[in-house]
T-cell receptor, first 114, second 111 residues
Framework: DTAVSQTPKYLVTQMGNDKSIKCEQNLGHDTMYWYKQDSKKFLKIMFSYNNKELIINETVPNRFSPKSPDKAHLNLHINSLELGDSAVYFC?????????????FGQGTRLTVV | EDQVTQSPEALRLQEGESSSLNCSYTVSGLRGLFWYRQDPGKGPEFLFTLYSAGEEKEKERLKATLTKKESFLHITAPKPEDSATYLCAVRPGGSQGNLIFGKGTKLSVKP
């Protein structure tokens, strides 16, 4: 009965490969996000989608492409992986309108590029 | 520029030794300040939202307060299970919901 679930939890891959991370939320929220947590544990926004529409696209390489087939799902595809892409990627969701706007996070996907 | 600074970076307490964590922020129009707890290998777990100066919220041994420039997370008589990294985040005015996080305070409570 997980609120925000992402798969896989661990991903080890070689440089140059293409990989995807999937995220689903069952909270009925209208906004979903991808955050990146680097080796120093610093969390930073990458993308934000509201009702399947891209709202925020921070300074992220074009190799990263989010896709939202519906408002409950937000996937992240990464092309031509580089060593510097190694990090933990978190999916999150929130409801932008209403009294409670806190974001809920998934358990993270630890990506290791070798 | 919107910014969040947390201090200290790490805090070691004895069980029962109360203390406070600080979160200083500069933001263009605050739409909420959030506290999260993160355990190793897990995602941030939501604790509190504060919206206006003077607001306070409590949950078990934790109490969060907010002023116009900073927020405190007070921990009363902590237990070893309170050991975690505590993250502070702000939502700027005009943002589309994204959060700006501080680097966190790693709390260790020894029995």
């Amino acid at each position: 009965d997980t609120a925000v679930s992402q798969t896989p939890k661990y991903l080890v891959t070689q440089m140059g490969n293409d990989k995807s991370i999937k995220c689903e939320q069952n909270l009925g929220h209208d906004t979903m996000y991808w955050y990146k947590q680097d080796s120093k544990k610093f969390l930073k926004i990458m993308f934000s989608y509201n009702n399947k529409e891209l709202i925020i696209n921070e300074t992220v390489p074009n190799r990263f492409s989010p896709k939202s087939p519906d408002k409950a799902h937000l996937n992240l595809h990464i092309n031509s992986l580089e060593l510097g892409d190694s990090a933990v990627y978190f999916c999150a969701s929130s409801q932008e309108k209403g009294l409670n706007t806190e974001a809920f996070f998934g358990q993270g996907t630890r990506l290791t590029v070798v | 520029e919107d910014q969040v600074t947390q201090s200290p970076e790490a805090l070691r307490l004895q069980e029962g030794e109360s203390s406070s964590l600080n979160c200083s922020y500069t933001v263009s129009g605050l739409r909420g300040l959030f506290w999260y707890r993160q355990d190793p290998g897990k995602g941030p777990e939501f604790l509190f939202t504060l919206y206006s100066a003077g607001e306070e919220k409590e949950k078990e041994r934790l109490k969060a307060t907010l002023t116009k420039k900073e927020s405190f997370l007070h921990i009363t008589a902590p237990k070893p299970e309170d050991s975690a990294t505590y993250l502070c985040a702000v939502r700027p005015g005009g943002s589309q919901g994204n959060l700006i996080f501080g680097k966190g305070t790693k709390l260790s409570v020894k029995p």
